[in-house]
């Protein structure tokens, strides 16, 4: 039992793995009971059993473990950190729990298993189960099977991956165990019931009894599909359907059913292992398909038959077979025959499916023209073929091909084709069926509905009907306006038969589903339907209700868009018209139309127009008003004042009605034949816009050049031109057919009118500026001299991006809308414009000849076709993509063994690229994928003539046909590590161009990942440089997924550089479609917010490409146009942002300007106004994490590699423009000088974000460092002087993160061979120690003394005397003993300059501490002492000189009596006193700096300015030398450099920090001791001064000990309680010591006091302790520590930690509600103290903890807890900061990152505008407490901002007099002002110099003379300042009140420090009392008075009393004193 009583008393962890059984046991009991307890799961008690869950299960005690079990099963269900604990666990389950004999504990395993599955972890679950399959004991191979089984049943295919399993399952048939035979039939029957038939392939092989059982028990199956009836927990919603169907019985809903079986489709083939055939082709294949015997060739085809009847074929080259099959196709006599190859065709692309996509291009002409075979057998087999092929390409890519065929004369063909389209279109969706490819079929079809044959216009009509059912009518319908009536009835009701084969929502094919068709559109189809059927946008486009008709016109693209449905109206005869015109004009303007009198026309048509104003556009009869207008005369009008108003009304109409084409071609003749008319031109052309806008401008456009150039008037063609060209602009290019008049263009450059020319000329510059450079290929063969011109106009439109068109834009915005701007249509804007081009067929010249040429064993014979090939695409320049056989061909040579043809090969495939345009799509798969295999070439030029090859085919086809499939995927599966280096690159550079990609990618991912592992330290950074561009499409969570395969070490290191990547993700780019269709729409603005998040980006994209992206990789520009647009767009926002800043340009003009080409110099040198460095906001921190948390590279190299360039590059991206960092990271120096010059030239203005930026700067330099460029050198160096100086007046100081990537590389240049290099470095090193503590510059240097360079170890140690020399042995790391023993060493150096160096830097610490060097040094040879003798004896000779120079400084440092007060709290740790640093430099640099400032730069004026001077002439000579004589006493430099000083010194830190690492001793003894020893520090006031910087770590050693008495001793009953209560006394006895000192409780940081009030509530609430003796005596003494601790600390670090002290206690449930309402309490008494405190607290960062408690407890949620405390407490402090700070704690909430999210905002602001309006009421309402009451009723609040407003200028130095008088006469308009408020929280010192100004000013004022301030001023002092005071009020910097100001503090001081004075003041409160503000403003003031009465009482009285008399003459003299001495202290410092 005393083993019991042991583990009885152990946590419920410790149980659980104890080695007792029992104690087991019992654990498992207890988690149980806890685990189901536990409400959170994301409780950290979960954490704790994270280990421990393997261990439940595999426990071998069988007892223990199945309650193990039941633990873990409720530890999975309930905990979120569950999922980690998957695959250890399933793993002890397969092992330890399913081959148990109780059926009880593998019921259990099974369900540990499913809840798995349930909380998302299905993949890990199902491999450990797959595994246990291959166990050789049988009991866990069944219990797996049923696992799976179970798994299956419940959560269905979708969730288990049936792959796998299927894979496995035929094994398990074959077992000798018949448990798990029959286990295995009962899962192929689950199985089956999921996927049905797909299951019957991967079987087929097992035995045939075994299938007959099998096929028996299938047939029992029900015919319904199967259901998930167990949901995961990402499933909810689905659960929640299945449970409501389930209670109202309707769980065979026809719309769940649908779902169902849609998740349920398997492909089989999936399922299916590859077969690899072409190895087991026969031998004499070849030759027996070429035998001239039919029967031979016969049994070559049926052994191919045969091989592939294999359902799934291995991928590899079957090009040869491909091409052996399409011969006998194509030219076999025997039909027999065909029909086998075809056959076998049919089958190798079902085996290949995706893979054959390269060989569709080869096959489909040859079958197409074999459909002229009449035979059915042969038709069908073709047809299959045919249609298996379609399913392994894309329609775009066979376009070509049937496109070819449509109009052949034979109509078999035509039929078969249109056939074939209509089963292919079946198998399409509305996106895979673009209108750009839809378009050409249909235009194809509407030649055949007309056709002779019937069999021919039928299969049109079916297969437009098919189209129309896929894609809608809507979309179709644009094609068919030309079909009549009949026909397009026909073709509808084709449309209502077809069955489509995928999913369709829409129409009548949503039930026709019997064959599933496995491919991905079906997958998609569900999402699409509802594109073509909105009608909704165009709906809101359309203006009237009238017919419907024009609802749906902005929805058509083409150039036939508005014919659809736009208002389509017949031709009306002149009787109707004239009918319609009657109704709605005027009799007497139908009678006056065509009067002879040209005034009654004129007339007529007045008032024509003011009844076509005056109508209603619904009811306005366009065409028969048109006509009315082009009745006689007509256009034929002579008055010109006839003709204007004509054209005006025609425009009208246009404007007004609903203008239909027809009646535009009605009136468009005549507007043409005016358009030249000087007179007429203008209305004309306005007329024709107006028509453009009704019309559509592509089809007017079409139309008027086409009229205008059937005329021989040149004025009308000119006129013409300029016209379209004008109307591009304001409408855009969308839709222009640019092929319709092309040929008038060309037409009008050949005119011999020169106005004519230079009209088309300069429409072909507008043109340009949307075409861009494809354009220039129309006009190849023009006249060089023409070509000249045009290039001319080109040149001047480069650089210019189009303008936002204004007219039409509405319409557009319907298309986009409509339409859904399909991708494809969009993209497809630069190939409509190859289009155009004409083509060349050089099909029938690559001759068989030709293709054997190129397969020639010679190869020069294999060069000559390759020339020849050549030679025919230069001739043809564009050529159409049936180029017959050559793609084999030349993909034969890419892999030739002579390198130089392979280079040849791929410049003609350049050549081909360029010359074929976008169709060159079809032959991605079979010429583009081997271009990327050359890429693994080893030899470089031949992989770079690759890269640009590839590129050049990307240009013209686009990523996605690269994309798709596996072909990616298997290239980068080869293991070649230039392939692959070379392919990540290209996919990097590439991927985050696109905005979409195919889900194809996935495949690479495999791949990728082991390219993260490669051998090749290449392949692996291209790998990871690669990650974030296929995380941007493929998503986080989907990459992490993919690791599940991965070994576990790999997966680790993989998701590592996930996590890395997830950060460094680009942003996907803004969709092609909006950017090309909206771009016109928007505005400047939009164009603006474009460039914001890219710098480098031109907001008007290119037109024609997707290619700019806001992202920093280099992608390649969409061509000459899309640059010069981006720097155009660049040169505008930079001329914004100068002026933003007030800089003139002409100053940058000088750097950057010249490092341009004289060309684009003034362009680029716009480019490139504006700030260079960028601030991001917490983008310094960020890295500093990332780098501690190794997440990237530290900066830490001997030379710079690769990966540190490119990281930086990488991080400076978003710190600097793109263009600076492109000349940062030039090869080119003079790049590097030019960027310096730069930088320096915007540092001080941009000093802010400089320092953002400064760790990434600094690391650039030291990049610098290593170059050899002298230049570069001295450059970076004037920099960092620079840098430093502004980084030292900004009062920054470096962090350790700066300083150790940038100080070791500038300590490598201190040992330049160059003086002038070493001298600036040294210089620079100097600065450092202003911007960096120099005892941590201190290590550095010591580094640099182990260099093997001379010069360096020479030039450190040098800078080490120095350090020394001016700052003490304080510097000397880690203490001075080590320090110096390392510096001793190379006293014996060989090179004498190192020896001298190390000599001089021990003769430097001999001056500062005496013979204690000796001592120090430690042990030196004989040799090495003498000369150090000798040398300390030489200097002796020298050093009075330096000693009365040192004196001085030394003696301030230990008499500063603001010592700690100066310290920052990122200062080093110094134990007793302020190095000399400080001491000398450092008193502005570490006060407040806008106090200290103030204070400095009055000396500073008072020295400068000689008008001062000679105001206070008699004072200034005032015994001068009496008064310095003390402080030249050369005794005085002993005192503090003493022997015992050093000893004290340096050890104190170190005893320090050993004394408080023994206070969280586990000894009661040992920890009592030390805080003895502490408590003797800090009860003497002159020694606690060396506790500072120890406090948090004495803190924290503290409340580690309280922790362990809580825990540990108070159970311990072995232990006295007395010696535990003389614990806790000291303890407390400390803190109160500590916390009595203010200066020392400011150094506790937030974290610690959290902790530390956490410790001492737990000890107020801990009840053990009332049971001690004098309980109650130590809980007191608690709560007055806990007071003090409130009081004392720094405000905003005591009031954060109690924010997030309750946050933590309301969160946590086990705790007591008690200790919650302790921390409130002391939250409260926070608040009380709010009022005093307000000014000291830092508000941003509270406002930061309340967002954050407000995050995590929102209203509601704290609304919801027991108590409202928590609620009305954080309310009450909210209320009380605004009451306190009014509206200006709204500009406290920078530290929040997303403020509108936050409820603080919304709560403040509230309450800021209540206590607003609260406060205007009691302004109205109250009469006492201070309210403000005067004649004009003055409201309270704006009193309030009134005296603030008064009481700044107050503060302010260069305002004071002017607030003071400003304040005199507010007193004197309200007397009864209440000024207490604002004067309550200043300081004493600035209450009375408000009130000794304010009388100054009365006696002015009254005229009474000025107020004697002191006695002690004699009368002509009062007298030389009353002149300038009452003459001049406020001189030119307010000098004189400043001065008198100065004089009376001056005075105030002295009295507060004990010094005489002759007339005390009124009595004040003591200095400590001061505001900290104030305090140091003082400071500097404070220390030298205070060392001036020291020095007096060191010495002889006498000396003090004859001071005395002359420093109570006069504070006069005491400034000018204290500046003399401020001067030398200046010249000690240089």
């Not at 399913?98 to 395993?109: D, S, T």
């Not at 026969?282 to 016969?298: G, L």
Request: hydrophobic share 40%; glycine share 4%.
């Amino acid at each position: 039992m005393a083993d019991d009583s042991e583990w009885m008393k152990l946590p419920i962890d410790q149980k659980c793995e104890h080695k007792i059984w029992k104690a087991r046991l019992n654990g498992y009991e207890e988690a149980l009971k806890l685990f189901q307890r536990i409400e959170d799961e994301k409780s950290p008690e979960w954490g704790k059993y994270l280990g421990l869950v393997k261990r439940f299960v595999t426990d071998s005690n069988a007892v223990a473990q199945l309650k193990g079990l039941e633990a873990a099963l409720a530890y999975i269900e309930n905990a979120h950190v569950a999922g980690k604990t998957t695959g250890e666990v399933v793993n002890g389950v397969v092992c330890k729990v399913f081959n148990q004999p109780k059926a009880r504990a593998k019921e259990l395993g099974s369900d540990i298993c499913l809840m798995y599955i349930e909380i998302e972890k299905a993949e890990v679950v199902q491999d450990e189960l797959i595994k246990g399959l291959d166990n050789k004991n049988p009991k866990i191979v069944v219990t797996c099977l049923e696992t799976l089984r179970k798994a299956l049943c419940e959560f269905g295919s979708k969730i288990i991956t049936l792959k796998p399993v299927v894979k496995v399952l035929p094994k398990q048939f074959e077992s000798r165990e018949k448990a798990v035979r029959d286990e295995a039939k009962l899962l192929a029957v689950e199985i089956y019931r999921w996927i049905r038939d797909a299951l019957r392939a991967p079987l087929q092989n097992i035995n045939s009894v075994q299938l007959k059982d099998l096929e028996e028990e299938w047939v029992k199956l029900p015919t319904t599909a199967p259901k998930q009836t167990r949901f995961l927990r990402s499933q909810q919603d689905l659960k929640a359907k299945f449970e409501q169907q389930r209670a109202a019985g309707g769980d065979e809903a026809d719309g769940d059913n649908d779902e169902e079986t849609e998740v349920a489709q398997v492909d089989p083939y999936e399922l299916l292992e590859a077969v690899e055939i072409l190895s087991k082709l026969p031998k004499d294949f070849y030759e027996k398909i070429e035998a001239k015997k039919w029967q031979e060739r016969k049994e070559a085809l049926e052994a191919v038959e045969t091989l592939t009847k294999n359902p799934k074929l291995e991928n590899g080259d079957y090009g040869d077979l491909v091409r052996a099959l399409k011969k006998v196709i194509g030219k076999d006599a025997n039909v027999m025959l065909v029909a086998m190859a075809a056959k076998c065709l049919a089958a190798l692309a079902a085996g290949l499916r995706k893979k054959f996509g390269t060989y569709a291009g080869l096959v489909v002409p040859t079958i197409l023209e074999k459909f002229k075979e009449k035979k059915p057998q042969v038709v069908q087999a073709l047809q299959e073929a045919i249609d298996a092929v379609f399913l392994t390409t894309t329609l775009q890519n066979i376009s070509e091909d049937v496109l070819s065929v449509m109009d052949n004369k034979n109509p078999s063909i035509k039929q078969q084709a249109s056939l074939f389209l209509a089963r292919s279109f079946c198998r399409c969706t509305p996106s895979t069926l673009p209108k750009s490819v839809l378009k050409p079929f249909c235009a194809a079809f509407l030649k055949q509905v007309n056709d002779s044959a019937p069999e021919v216009r039928d299969a049109a009509f079916e297969a437009l009907g098919t189209a129309m059912k896929v894609v809608g009518e809507k979309a179709v319908n644009p094609f068919l306006t030309d079909v009549d009536k009949l026909k397009l009835d026909k073709i509808k009701e084709c449309a209502e038969k077809v069955e489509l084969v995928g999913k369709k929502g829409s129409g009548g094919g949503g039930e026709k589903k019997e064959k599933p068709a496995a491919k991905a559109p079906s997958v998609e189809a569900p999402a699409k339907p509802s594109g073509p059927s909105k009608k909704a946008p165009p709906a809101k486009a359309a203006g009237p209700p009238k017919k419907g008709k024009p609802a749906s016109a902005p929805s058509a693209k083409s150039k036939k868009g508005p014919d659809a449905k736009e208002f389509v109206e017949t031709e009306l005869s002149l009787e109707v018209c004239e009918e319609k015109a009657a109704a709605v004009l005027p009799a007497t303007c139908m009678q006056l139309l065509d009067s002879g009198n040209w005034k009654e026309r004129l007339a007529s048509m007045e008032e024509f127009q003011r009844a076509v104003e005056q109508m209603d556009k619904s009811e306005m009869p366009c065409q028969a008003l048109v006509r009315m207008l082009a009745k006689k005369p007509g256009w034929k009008e002579t008055n010109f004042q006839v003709m204007q108003m004509k054209l005006h009304i025609v425009g009208l109409i246009a404007q007004k009605g609903l203008f239909s084409k027809t009646s535009a071609l009605v009136v468009l003749d005549g507007l043409v034949d005016k358009v030249g008319d000087v007179k007429c031109g203008s209305n004309a052309k306005e007329a024709l816009t107006a028509i453009g806008e009704a019309c559509s401008l592509p089809w007017i456009a079409e139309q008027v050049v086409s009229l205008a150039f059937a005329q021989k008037n040149p004025k009308n063609q000119a006129e013409t031109l300029n016209w379209l060209a004008n109307a591009m602009k304001e409408f855009g290019f969308a839709g222009i057919n640019v092929k319709a008049f092309i040929n008038n263009v060309k037409t009008a450059l050949g005119a011999t009118n020169p106005a004519v020319r230079t009209s088309a000329i300069a429409l072909l510059g507008v043109m340009y500026l949307y075409m861009g450079a494809p354009l220039r290929m129309f006009f190849e063969d023009e006249k060089p001299a023409l070509l000249q011109q045009i290039n001319a106009e080109f040149e001047k439109m480069q650089g210019q991006s189009p303008p936002a068109p204004f007219r039409g834009a509405k319409k557009a915005g319907a298309e986009e809308e409509g339409d859904a701007a399909e991708e494809e249509e969009v993209d497809g804007g630069p190939g409509d414009i190859m289009d155009l081009l004409p083509r060349t067929d050089i099909s029938d010249k690559i001759t068989y000849d030709m293709v054997s040429k190129i397969s020639d064993k010679n190869w020069k014979v294999r060069k000559e076709g390759l020339d020849e090939v050549a030679a025919i695409i230069s001739e043809a320049k564009f050529i159409q993509p049936s180029i017959g056989e050559l793609p084999m061909a030349l993909k034969g040579r890419l892999n030739d063994s002579n390198k130089l043809l392979v280079q040849q090969t791929l410049n003609i495939l350049q050549q081909i690229a360029t010359a074929m345009g976008p169709s060159l799509k079809q032959h991605v798969r079979n010429l583009g994928i081997p271009v990327i295999t050359v890429l693994g070439d080893s030899k470089a030029n031949v992989r770079a003539a690759a890269m640009t090859t590839l590129n050049a085919w990307v240009e013209q086809t686009g990523m996605k046909e690269w994309l798709e499939g596996e072909d990616l995927s298997e290239e980068l599966k080869k293991e070649n590590p230039f392939l692959r280096q070379e392919l990540l690159g290209w996919l990097a550079e590439k991927l985050p161009t696109l905005r979409t990609v195919p889900s194809d990618l996935m495949l690479c991912l495999p791949n990728l990942y082991a390219c993260l592992e490669d051998r090749s330290g290449d392949v692996r950074k291209k790998a990871q440089d690669a990650l974030p561009t296929f995380m941007m499409h493929l998503g986080y969570e989907k990459m992490v997924k993919a690791t599940g395969k991965l070994k576990p070490a790999s997966k680790d290191q993989v998701v590592g550089m996930l996590e890395k990547a997830r950060a460094l993700m680009p942003a996907k780019p803004a969709a092609p479609g909006k950017a090309a269709a909206s771009k016109p729409a928007s505005s400047a603005p939009a164009a603006k917010q474009a460039s914001a998040p890219a710098r480098n980006q031109s907001p008007s994209e290119d037109f024609s490409e997707p290619e700019p992206k806001p992202d920093t990789k280099k992608s390649k520009p969409a061509g000459p146009a899309a640059k010069k647009r981006e720097s155009m767009e660049l040169k505008v926002k930079g001329e914004k942002d100068n002026a933003k800043q007030n800089r003139t340009p002409s100053s940058e003009k000088g750097v950057v300007g010249k490092k341009l080409p004289v060309k684009a110099g003034a362009k680029d040198e716009e480019d490139r106004s504006g700030p260079i460095f960028i601030l991001v906001p917490n983008a310094k921190e960020q890295r500093i994490k990332e780098e501690k948390g190794l997440k990237i590279l530290k900066w830490n190299f001997m030379t710079p590699r690769d990966e540190y360039v490119e990281q930086l590059k990488t991080q400076m991206s978003t710190c600097l423009p793109k263009w600076l960092q492109d000349e940062l990271f030039h090869f080119d120096f003079q790049r590097h000088v030019k960027a310096i010059g730069v930088m320096i030239e915007h540092m001080e203005p941009e000093c802010d974000a400089v320092i953002s930026c400064l760790d990434l700067v600094l690391k650039w330099f030291t990049l610098r460092f290593f170059d050899t460029n002298t230049s570069v050198l001295m450059k970076v160096l004037e920099f960092l002087k620079l840098l430093f100086t502004m980084l030292s007046r900004k009062n920054y100081q470096l962090s350790d993160y700066e300083a150790s990537s940038f100080i070791p590389y500038l300590i490598l240049k201190v040992g330049e061979s160059k003086d002038v290099v070493r001298k600036d470095v040294r210089a620079i090193l100097t600065m450092l120690c202003k911007v960096y503590a120099a005892s941590k510059v201190f290590p550095f240097l010591m580094d640099g003394t182990k260099s093997k360079n001379s010069k360096q170890r020479s030039e450190c140690l040098e800078e080490l005397g120095c350090l020394i020399e001016n700052f003490g042995m304080n510097v000397c790391q880690p203490t001075p003993a080590k320090a110096l023993k390392e510096i001793g060493v190379h006293i014996g150096d060989r090179d004498t300059t190192v020896r001298n160096a190390a000599l001089n830097t021990v003769v430097a610490v001999y001056n500062t501490c005496g013979e204690q060097v000796f001592k120090l040094i430690g042990n030196l040879s004989e040799k090495e002492m003498s000369m150090l003798e000798e040398r300390i004896k030489r200097s002796a000779k020298k050093t009075p000189a330096p000693s009365t120079k040192q004196e001085r400084p030394q003696r301030e440092q230990p008499t500063n009596p603001n010592a700690t007060f100066l310290r920052k709290p990122a200062q080093e740790e110094v134990p007793n006193k302020l190095n000399q640093a400080r001491a000398q430099n450092a008193h502005l640099e570490q006060s407040s700096p806008s106090v200290t400032k103030e204070f400095q730069l009055d000396l500073d004026v008072f020295e400068n300015n000689h008008t001062c001077a000679s105001d206070i002439p008699d004072l200034v000579q005032h015994k001068l030398d009496e008064v310095l004589e003390p402080v030249m006493m050369p005794e005085l430099k002993i005192r503090p450099v003493s022997p015992h000083f050093d000893d004290i010194h340096n050890s104190t830190a170190s005893t320090i920090n050993f004394v408080i690492s023994q206070v969280a001793s586990g000894d009661i003894n040992t920890s009592i001791q030390a805080l003895a020893q502490i408590d003797e520090v800090l009860r003497q006031a002159d020694k606690a001064e060396a506790m500072s910087g120890h406090i948090d770590q004495f803190l924290i050693a503290t409340f580690m000990q309280l922790r362990l008495i809580y825990n540990t001793h108070m159970a311990d009953d072995r232990l006295d309680k007395k010696d535990i209560f003389k614990l806790y006394s000291c303890i407390i006895g400390n803190m109160l010591s500590l916390f009595s000192m203010e200066s020392l409780a400011r150094e506790a940081s937030m974290g610690v006091l959290k902790d530390l009030m956490h410790g001492l509530i737990t000890l107020m609430l801990d009840s053990r302790v009332e049971d001690i003796e004098d309980g109650q005596q130590l809980i007191r003494s608690v709560n007055l520590l806990m007071v003090r601790v409130l009081e004392k600390s720094d405000q905003t670090n005591i009031l954060s930690a109690l924010l997030v002290l309750l946050q933590d206690s309301l969160i946590s449930t086990a705790g007591s509600p008690m200790f919650s309402e302790l921390v409130m309490k002391c939250l409260w008494r926070m608040i009380r103290y709010l009022p005093q405190t307000i000014n000291r607290i830092n508000l941003d960062r509270i406002l930061l903890d309340v967002h954050n408690f407000m995050k995590v407890f929102p209203k509601e949620k704290l609304k919801q807890l027991n108590s409202d405390v928590p609620h009305r407490t954080l309310k009450t402090l909210l209320h009380t900061l605004c009451r306190l700070t009014g509206s200006k704690i709204l500009d406290h909430m920078s530290m929040i990152e997303n403020r509108n999210e936050s409820e603080l905002e919304a709560h403040l602001r509230r309450v800021v505008k209540h206590s607003v309006n609260l406060s205007g009421l009691k302004s109205d309402k109250s009469t006492e407490k201070g309210a403000l009451r005067s004649d004009d009723k003055v409201i309270k609040a704006k009193v309030s901002d009134i005296l603030s407003e008064i009481f700044k200028k107050i503060g302010s130095k260069e305002n004071t007099k002017e607030g003071l008088t400003e304040l005199y006469e507010y007193k004197q308009k309200y007397s009864d002002a209440d000024l207490e408020p604002f004067l309550r929280n200043t300081s004493q010192f600035f209450q009375s110099y408000v009130e000794r100004g304010l009388r100054v000013i009365e006696s002015e004022r009254e005229g009474k003379g000025r107020i004697q301030t002191s006695t002690g001023i004699p009368q002509h002092s009062t007298d030389s300042y009353l002149p300038s005071s009452s003459a001049v009020p406020i001189s030119s910097n307010g000098e004189d009140l400043n001065a008198a100001a100065y004089y009376e503090r001056l005075k105030i001081l002295r009295q507060r420090r004990g010094l005489e004075n002759s007339t005390p003041e009124e009595d004040r409160p003591p200095l400590s009392s001061l505001r900290p503000s104030v305090a140091s403003s003082t400071d500097m003031l404070h220390s030298k008075l205070s060392q001036l009465k020291e020095s007096r009482e060191h010495f002889q009285q006498e000396q003090s009393h004859s001071n005395s008399p002359t420093r109570s003459s006069s504070p006069a003299s005491n400034l000018d004193d204290l500046k003399k001495r401020l001067e030398r202290i200046k010249s000690n410092r240089q």
